[in-house]
């Protein structure tokens, strides 16, 4: 019913940028929150970014300062652009969709990315 996908993942030197976009598809009546996560292999999947449909957004420590979260609500999109890499960002970044409202279902779902990998190395 509902699909998202993930781009714009790969390999980067330390001090570099990335810009993922996630792209939410189906029938799709609203998505409350949007946010991107991110997991190393062994390790929890942690939260790195989210942002409501007013625009309000969190970050995790760590990001603060170098990644930003934006969203095109008309499009169902949210990226995350990320500035200044470091190798311990390396991980797979998951988009996330959260109290999502879908044509023809009751309540709400939430919905993730198939993944995309960010390697940061010199």
């Known amino acids: 019913q509902v699909q998202l996908v993930e781009s714009g993942g790969g390999l980067v030197q330390p001090g570099g940028s990335l810009r993922l976009s996630c792209a939410a598809s189906g029938s799709i009546v609203s998505i409350d929150t949007m946010a991107w996560y991110r997991q190393v292999q062994g390790f929890s999947r942690d939260l790195v970014a989210v942002i409501t449909t007013s625009g309000s957004t969190n970050y995790a420590d760590s990001v603060k300062g170098r990644f930003t979260i934006s969203r095109e609500n008309a499009k169902n999109t949210v990226y995350l652009q990320m500035n200044n890499l470091k190798p311990d960002d390396t991980a797979v970044y998951y988009c996330?969709?959260?109290?999502?409202?879908?044509?023809?279902?009751?309540?709400?779902?939430?919905?993730w990315g198939q993944g995309t990998q960010v390697t940061v190395s010199s």
């Open positions: 996330n969709a959260d109290r999502t409202v879908v044509a023809g279902l009751l309540g709400s779902y939430r919905y």
